[in-house]
């Protein structure tokens, strides 16, 4: 069973037009409302494609409602922890011949016996799943709500090491930082992310399989990376696996890094080698861009374009390279992080 904490869930409002111009008035072509979040991204996804997940998130008021009506109707396994406060909206906005323009909100602040109920929510639940018998991972994923302090992630690291439960993060900025200190099982950022973390610039396939070796260095077990055009780059203990899907058909991008990492975690559950599992993160996300909304189905079809390489061509240049920090930003993001442990 994969259980996905989602500390800041979403509302996803996507609203289709056929054009758009700035200062007018723009008409809505179609539109629509899910339960959103990345670990309930993430949830869902593997819950429509056969896979067992369970999604633990806060939600409180009219709109925590909402989001947990919708994913009731779909059927996934949920535990959602009452907040008394509102679920964020954020709004996705889909202009033909152009990527999805995000539009988010930040979220409310959690009182402190919430997180801790969040904390103690999840303990029960992997302690449920181990006691059955059930191989269980844990999915930490996305941002938290506005004062939460770095460290939740960190708080659940902790409690996944001490079940013996494999643990994944995706998140950014100083929450990732603050849980690579920690030492995760496995990481899964973008291009951006990884430069920001390894203090490097990336600019090729084997800048990205360097960069992860120095996060490998600081303890993280694996890091499954986003590389948008270019595709996915698994770095771990047995070395480097580029892949990549070719005539991918791109409606909506957004939720792809998600679908990728639901893909991944599915083939981990159905125990498959390092190869197999990049496959099946290649194969959802490529899916999952092919459609308006975060709701997708696998296309097996997919399946005969989707290549996997280890002796890809280091020198090859990425797509979108990325610049990794400053070095003052580098000492000023690991005091904060300290200031956190």
Same mark, same amino acid.
């Given at each position: 069973m994969i259980v996905t904490v989602t500390p800041s869930p979403s509302i996803d409002w996507t609203v289709n037009v056929n054009s758009f111009e700035f200062a007018a008035v723009n008409i809505v072509a179609s539109k #629509? !409302?899910?339960?959103?979040?990345? $670990?309930?991204?993430?949830?869902?996804?593997?819950? !429509?494609?056969?896979?067992?997940?369970?999604?633990?998130?806060?939600a409180g008021k009219e709109t925590g409602r909402f989001l947990v009506t919708e994913l009731q109707a779909q059927d996934v396994r949920i535990v959602s922890v009452e907040s008394g406060q509102d679920v964020r909206t954020n709004i996705t906005l889909l202009v033909?011949?152009?990527?999805?323009?995000?539009?988010?909100? @930040?979220? @409310?602040?959690?009182?402190?016996?919430?997180l801790e109920q969040i904390l103690s929510t999840c303990r029960t639940t992997l302690k449920?799943?181990?006691d059955a018998g059930q191989p269980v991972m844990m999915a930490i994923c996305g941002?938290? %709500? %506005?004062?939460?302090?770095?460290?939740?992630?960190?708080?659940?690291?902790?409690?996944? !090491?001490? *079940?013996s439960v494999p643990t994944v993060v995706d998140a950014s900025g100083e929450v990732l930082s603050a849980a690579i200190t920690e030492q995760p099982d496995l990481i899964k950022p973008n291009v951006h992310e990884l430069a920001?973390? /390894?203090?490097?610039?990336?600019? @090729?396939?084997?800048?990205?399989?360097?960069?992860?070796? =120095?996060?490998r260095a600081r303890g993280v $077990?694996?890091?499954l990376a986003s590389l948008g055009a270019d595709g996915m780059m698994l770095i771990d203990a047995d070395g480097a696996l580029h892949g990549q899907a070719d005539r991918v058909k791109v409606v909506n991008t957004v939720g792809a890094g998600d679908a990728a990492l639901a893909g991944f975690l599915a083939?981990?559950?159905?125990?498959?080698? !390092? /190869? /197999?599992?990049?496959?099946?993160?290649l194969l959802y996300a490529s899916?999952?861009?092919?459609?308006?909304?975060? *709701?997708?189905?696998? =296309?097996? #079809?997919?399946?005969?374009?989707? @290549?996997? =390489?280890?002796?890809f061509d280091t020198a090859f240049r990425l797509t979108e390279p990325s610049a990794g920090p400053s070095r003052s930003a580098i000492q000023s993001t690991n005091r904060a992080v300290a200031a956190n442990i």
């Open positions: #629509s !409302r899910e339960a959103s979040g990345k $670990g309930i991204n993430v949830s869902v996804a593997l819950h !429509r494609n056969g896979v067992e997940t369970l999604a633990v998130f806060p033909p011949g152009h990527s999805g323009t995000k539009i988010n909100e @930040t979220g @409310t602040a959690l009182p402190g016996h919430i449920q799943g181990i941002s938290l %709500p %506005p004062g939460t302090p770095e460290q939740f992630h960190r708080k659940l690291i902790r409690l996944g !090491r001490e *079940l920001h973390e /390894a203090g490097r610039n990336i600019e @090729t396939l084997g800048d990205v399989m360097a960069a992860a070796q =120095d996060l $077990g694996s890091v083939g981990l559950a159905v125990q498959g080698d !390092r /190869a /197999a599992c990049l496959r099946s993160a899916s999952a861009v092919g459609h308006e909304t975060t *709701l997708f189905e696998v =296309d097996p #079809s997919i399946a005969r374009r989707i @290549t996997i =390489d280890a002796g």
